[in-house]
């Protein structure tokens, strides 16, 4: 193999061609200006004169342009009409009214929308002006009629030496089951040089009870026999599957107007989270079953990324192909980066395809230890407060705590088979006193009094807050802080950090470098999931014991790579002008993240609000609600309700980085950066108002600001307040 170097992309090797959409290469020349006089000179010759029909029923994703470099940019559209390949011509102008066109390489302005891609065409124009509007439409010749696409605009990144401000907002999280894009409505309505789209552009469910609605279904799966079907009875649903289902989605949720009009408007740079493949998904594996089948599935992910290529504005590179004989990931790369001047270098990763399962797994027996006495004294020194007793349940007691556990295995939900060897206390005694429940008093069974001198002492699945034997609650979510902290530990060590090996080691390593390396007075990491943290504490509560402690929100985000976070906050902590964008959360938060233990080391994170999924707090009410242990506390349908109390509680100092949290509302957030400072507006809608359809009456919409700055050479956090700016001080959790 070759090696060629992509500009804005990591160096890697040239690999074989497959048949995969790529981007036709066009170069712009000269503008092509009709005059009175002489005919102008034309590179690529098309009739000036012909009339244009209006082509929107063949074109009914509209159009969309992307990846915006110096000197170039992707143009996109999907053309509908019958089986076969079909034939495009595509115009570049400097006006809406295309009087002033840019020529285009001879016989290259026409390209081929090929079936076996859906119809879907990229075109890269290179020779382009740097930091200048472009106009572009597409054309379909039918018989004598030729039929244009609706206008897009789009913009060219500024040359890398221009002193100019950049202004660009971001986005994430855009479910179209029983929502509505009023977010895209307003945001159109924005002066922007391009935005960023940092995943969840699709969600691969026509309707999860868990978070979708499940009347009115929007999003309906043709190839139903391609689908997975998940839930049964009235929540049945089904989850896309085949490249058909994945393209489907495309298809609808761009039928969109308000989506079409922004994709119409600005070009945008994007990445991908979990729902353009699977929900919580880590490589080719989804979680939908917690561990009860094997849910790697390369063939799907593979269909998953060629859906999201063929409808996507990306640009590969010139002259890089891809292995068809690679397996994933390694088929091919979308982390990049661009340069937006002196003062903006937009860093996009990928932290879905490289990082590892979740540390504790969904079918983990709860009772199970996983860090015993001997191993906590081995790799702490000592046996930490948060171990508790566990016994060897066939030989202690004499055995007779076995029996009543494998009697319980079916009803409770877990293996027989489990039931062997080192189990906690708690676990043994939880199911000791429900099987006591049926017996006389003469014949129940002791419980195992915990205070037992000569117990031993560890950590077991259950004391993470694993409940049941299949499921994300203690796995995914909800998670015990303090164990966790120390298994998490213990595991990066053995495994030499491959325990949370997020972005695989070629991409750290370009990440790193780029980042290390750039000039720009701005740093910005297009960052998938939260690095600041978000716990909650809830010992001041009135809770049954077990709940009394402090528990991560969610370990899917950085959370659950709390080590890796820190290595990687460590190089970056130094540089200055590090601004995280982070979507994935559905919700507003702002903070300060920075390695574990040193406070005066941090960057700054700005986290933006879905587009119209169910926003954080809904989610975890609805969690609360249809877990069975859950929706039993008394008060825990109120703690959810108050979350972002919870996570920016001053007495509790549980995140003292958090700065600001609004967990129940949609919208984006506009950034302006210039030489001086970076300026973040976040603009949000009531949750509620995703499920009303606002299209046409934007000015119906209520939408709320809040606006916050950092300024160059620090990392400091400043909110607008009463017409001052004033800092986030993390040690009085209080703005001054």
């Known amino acids: 193999m070759t090696s060629a170097k992509v500009p804005g992309f990591p160096d890697r090797p040239m690999l074989k061609r497959r048949d995969f959409l790529r981007a036709t290469l066009v170069t712009a020349g000269a503008l092509v200006v009709p005059a009175c006089g002489d005919d102008p000179e034309t590179i690529n010759p098309l009739d000036d004169e012909r009339e244009l029909a209006d082509g929107s029923e063949y074109f009914p994703q509209s159009v969309a342009s992307g990846d915006p470099r110096p000197g170039s940019v992707v143009l996109w559209t999907r053309v509908q009409d019958g089986a076969a390949d079909l034939d495009l011509e595509v115009e570049v102008a400097t006006d809406a009214g295309f009087a002033q066109r840019v020529a285009l390489d001879a016989g290259q302005a026409k390209v081929k929308a090929l079936a076996r891609h859906d119809h879907c065409v990229k075109v890269k124009v290179r020779g382009l002006a740097a930091g200048t509007v472009y106009y572009y439409r597409f054309i379909y010749v039918k018989g004598d009629t030729s039929y244009a696409s609706r206008v897009g605009r789009t913009k060219t990144a500024p040359a890398a030496e221009a002193d100019v401000k950049v202004r660009f907002a971001y986005v994430s999280c855009q479910d179209y089951v029983g929502r509505y894009y009023n977010t895209y409505l307003a945001l159109a309505q924005e002066e922007l040089d391009f935005f960023v789209h940092l995943g969840d552009y699709i969600y691969e469910t026509d309707g999860d009870p868990s978070f979708q609605s499940t009347t009115g279904r929007r999003v309906v799966f043709t190839d ?255 998670m015990a802080k303090d164990t966790f902290d120390i298994y998490a530990a213990i595991r990066y060590k053995e495994t030499q950090g491959a325990s949370e090996d997020v972005m695989g080691a070629e991409q750290e390593a370009w990440f790193l470098d780029t980042m290390e390396g750039s000039k720009a007075t701005w740093k910005v990491w297009g960052n998938e999931y939260c690095l600041v943290q978000l716990a909650v504490d809830l010992s001041p509560y009135s809770l049954p014991a077990q709940f009394k402690r402090s528990f991560y929100t969610t370990t899917d985000a950085w959370d659950g790579f709390r080590n890796k976070r820190d290595e990687l906050l460590e190089r970056l902590v130094g540089l200055g002008g590090v601004v995280a964008i982070t979507g994935d959360v559905h919700a507003f938060y702002a903070g300060t993240p920075g390695p574990s233990g040193d406070p005066t080391k941090k960057i700054v994170e700005l986290v933006g609000g879905a587009v119209s999924s169910a926003s954080f707090r809904e989610i975890l009410t609805g969690q609360v609600a249809s877990d069975p242990t859950l929706r039993g506390l008394p008060g825990a349908a109120a703690l959810a309700l108050s979350i972002d109390t919870l996570l920016t509680s001053p007495e509790t100092k549980i995140n003292p980085h958090l700065a600001h949290a609004n967990s129940n509302a949609h919208g984006y957030v506009v950034v302006e950066a210039s030489g001086q400072e970076l300026v973040a507006d976040m603009r949000s809608i009531k949750a509620s108002e995703a499920q009303t359809d606002y299209s046409g009456r934007v000015g119906d919409l209520k939408i709320s600001s809040k606006r916050f700055r950092t300024l160059p050479g620090e990392s400091e956090l400043y909110l607008y307040d009463d017409g001052a700016w004033k800092r986030w001080d993390p040690s009085t959790q209080a703005w001054v």
């Open 224 to 478: 139903v026999a391609g689908s997975i079907s998940l839930g049964d009875g009235d929540g049945a649903y089904h989850a896309a599957r085949s490249l058909d289902n994945y393209r489907e989605l495309y298809r609808t949720y761009r039928s969109d107007a308000n989506l079409q009009k922004v994709h119409e408007s600005f070009p945008m740079i994007a990445t991908w989270d979990d729902h353009e493949f699977s929900n919580d998904c880590f490589g080719a594996t989804a979680t939908y079953f917690d561990g009860r089948q094997d849910e790697t599935d390369a063939d799907r992910r593979k269909a998953a990324n060629q859906a999201w290529f063929e409808y996507q504005p990306v640009d590969y590179g010139d002259d890089v192909g891809l292995d068809p004989d690679a397996s994933l990931p390694d088929e091919f790369h979308i982390y990049r980066d661009f340069v937006f001047g002196r003062h903006v270098h937009l860093v996009m990763t990928d932290l879905r395809s490289y990082r590892p399962d979740h540390l504790i797994p969904e079918d983990a027996f709860p009772g199970r230890v996983a860090l015993d006495q001997p191993k906590l004294v081995a790799e702490l020194g000592e046996v930490p407060a948060a171990a508790l007793p566990y016994v060897d349940v066939e030989t202690y007691g004499n055995g007779i705590y076995a029996p009543v556990l494998l009697g319980a295995a079916e009803t409770v939900g877990y293996d027989p088979a489990e039931v062997t060897g080192k189990i906690s206390v708690a676990f043994i005694n939880e199911i000791v006193a429900a099987a006591n429940e049926d017996l006389p008093e003469d014949m129940q069974i002791p419980l195992i009094d915990a205070a037992e001198e000569g117990l031993e002492r560890g950590i077991a699945y259950v004391d993470f807050g694993k409940i049941n034997a299949y499921g994300m609650i203690g796995t995914r979510y909800f």
